[in-house]
């Protein structure tokens, strides 16, 4: 059994600890709260361990009643891995912690590839982490890129990137963030920050993005252009795709027209939150004109990263494959529409 600890109970941290509880191979330890609101009480009704992230206010726990299992230091020592689910930069803040404790952790895509000894994206590097001190989930983004971007360099040969990123303006539960009533470049500079992300995963392939912000809070949409080194066929590239066990690959027949017809129907199916932790491919959407390919992808930034997650607690101590890893999580979670 893997003992894991989440630190940060938030968007990420709480889907992270759902899915480890769902593992045959891991036992999740508790999870950490700077402060004790609803979350913090969820995380009790559940069962999970709770624990002050902050030792100075642990106080604030029992004045609303809530009983700790003890302060950040006794999580991490009660661990194996520690996944940190806190805010950007907060992460990178805690990795002296973990390194005070010699318990290797994973950080989020809030943080800078530079602070961690590897970026991970199950399918596409997974042995690089093994032994790692620090690893980083990449973002969102960055991840549905990858998965989509590895297969088609494997089969076809990458050319040329191109990628427009239609970004939500937050989380739904966000209610400090937007914009409600524009449409932002953002960032208006012209690549934005994404390809040299991707470059962390995938370090040879050409890549050239485009940022937007819109007054939506479901999902972000891809709308991507590769220039392949060969032309491949749409069936082919449907059929490619559709082996990807992390990208369900959206068939006209569910008459599925925009992403909160995606979250409905992920609801529908009983998935926890409505969550979607597969690149959702418009399967309509892939064109080809010559080598040139055109598609669009959504993703459900609260989820994709989720099991990444699982399998880069897996990956760090190398003693399954990526393989045997990926498919565990997908069964256990339960992704694959
Ligand atoms: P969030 O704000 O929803 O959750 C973060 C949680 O950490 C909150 O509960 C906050 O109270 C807590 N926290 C703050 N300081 C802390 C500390 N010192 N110790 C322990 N906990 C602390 O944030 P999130 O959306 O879950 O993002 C977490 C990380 O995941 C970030 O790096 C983010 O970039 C990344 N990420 C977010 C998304 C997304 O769309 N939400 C997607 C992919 C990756």
């Not at 042995?127 to 360099?153: F, H, I, K, W, Y």
């Not at 569910?254 to 009983?270: H, N, P, Q, W, Y």
Request: hydrophobic letters at 40%; charged letters at 25%.
């Amino acid at each position: 059994m893997i003992r894991v600890g989440v630190n940060g109970y938030g968007t990420i941290g709480k889907r992270v600890a759902d899915a480890v509880r769902l593992q045959p191979d891991m036992q999740l330890t508790g999870v950490a709260k700077t402060r004790p609101n609803y979350e913090a009480a969820t995380a009790l009704q559940n069962g999970y361990a709770l624990y002050s992230a902050i030792p100075e206010r642990s106080h604030l726990f029992a004045e609303a009643g809530m009983e700790l299992a003890g302060d950040v230091d006794d999580l991490v020592r009660a661990s194996d891995v520690i996944v940190d689910a806190t805010p950007s930069g907060v992460g990178a803040e805690n990795a002296d912690r973990y390194r005070a404790h010699d318990t290797p952790a994973i950080l989020q895509g809030g943080e800078s590839a530079d602070c961690v000894d590897a970026s991970f994206v199950a399918g596409v590097n997974y042995d690089e982490a093994a032994g790692a001190d620090l690893l980083r989930v990449v973002s969102c983004n960055t991840t549905g890129l990858s998965r989509l971007l590895d297969p088609l360099d494997r089969e076809y040969g990458i050319e040329k990137v191109r990628v427009t990123l239609v970004r939500r303006g937050g989380d739904p539960g966000q209610t400090d963030r937007g914009p409600i009533n524009d449409i932002l470049p953002d960032p208006v500079t012209v690549p934005s920050h994404h390809g040299p992300d991707v470059n962390t995963i995938l370090p040879e392939v050409d890549i050239d993005t485009v940022g937007l912000t819109v007054p939506a809070t479901l999902m972000h949409v891809h709308s991507v252009n590769v220039t392949l080194d060969t032309a491949p066929t749409r069936s082919a590239l449907a059929d490619l795709f559709g082996r990807q066990s992390r990208i369900f690959l959206v068939d006209e027949t569910l008459d599925i027209d925009g992403t909160a017809d995606l979250k409905e129907f992920a609801a529908d199916s009983g998935r926890p939150r409505g969550d979607l932790w597969e690149n959702c491919l418009w399967q309509e959407s892939i064109a080809v004109e010559g080598t040139d390919l055109y598609l669009m992808q959504s993703i459900h930034q609260e989820a994709d990263v989720v099991p990444e997650n699982i399998d880069a607690i897996r990956a760090l101590g190398g003693e399954r494959t990526a393989d045997e890893s990926m498919a565990l999580t997908n069964e256990y979670l339960g992704v694959g529409m």
